[in-house]
């Protein structure tokens, strides 16, 4: 799948979170989705999770994506795996700003990785959207309906040669799954290149992002970076039921792991 350009873009994630807002039943006092942890059940509780909590996705991975220079691996073939993905936010965000920056990248494979079926659909649907609903014949969107905890290797597939992209956003700080055998999964399914990205609504998730990146051989990671300040966005307010500017927290690590030579 190539990323279409901006004039060709059919869709970008902006209309995706407004159509949400528009389409969302939100009252105060509202559900609030256990403040976004919820594994959703049904196509209104998808609605209302990007009505809420999408424009932080947004702002938080934008932010990680400039950090991640792209634009040096311009023309390259690329696996995207999303972790615990809900409806593929994270991958729909990465091929908008991929779009918004023109950078043209070759998506061989899509691996999204979800418990809830409904969101998982959604998700495939958002983006194929994304990309114009025009994959090549070589492109592969595969859909793992499963809690991370619950993977095996026979799950995920993935070639060495490839570099891949895994997108942790808003998943790593989740007390309910165990890193270490994260690791592990990963270690044995993904060789070669690996760019990890791992965004955290709380700075208080930072730990557990911090625990996640020491399991790697320092020996093999490479372009290590990390971030913890606010950042400000334009935000749906459901107590006001209209869009303000909003200090967003967040922490991020990404770095690059070499997973061939461990």
Known sequence: MKIPSPEEAQIRFSSIYSASV????????????????????????????????????FYKLYEAYASTKF??????????IDWGCGQALATCVL??????????????SITLIEPSTVALQRGQSLVQRMFQNNPSTDSVVRLVNK????????DLVSEPDIRKIHLFSNIIDVQGFDLTQLYQLMFSSFHGINRVICTSPYNEGQQRLETFYNLFPSHQVTRASSSNESIYGELFYAATGSYKECKISRCERQFTVNLTQC
Do not use: M
């Open 71 to 80: 634009e040096n691996i311009e023309g390259a073939d690329i696996e995207i």
């Open 22 to 57: 528009t389409e969302a039943e939100i009252r105060v006092p509202f559900d609030n989705l256990d403040n976004g942890t919820r594994v959703l059940s049904d196509e209104s509780e998808c609605i209302r999770y990007i009505a809420l909590y999408g424009g932080h996705h």
């Open 95 to 108: 091929i908008d700003y991929l779009i918004e920056k023109n950078i043209s990248l070759n998506v061989s």
């Open 147 to 154: 809690y991370i905890d619950d993977l095996t290797s026979n």
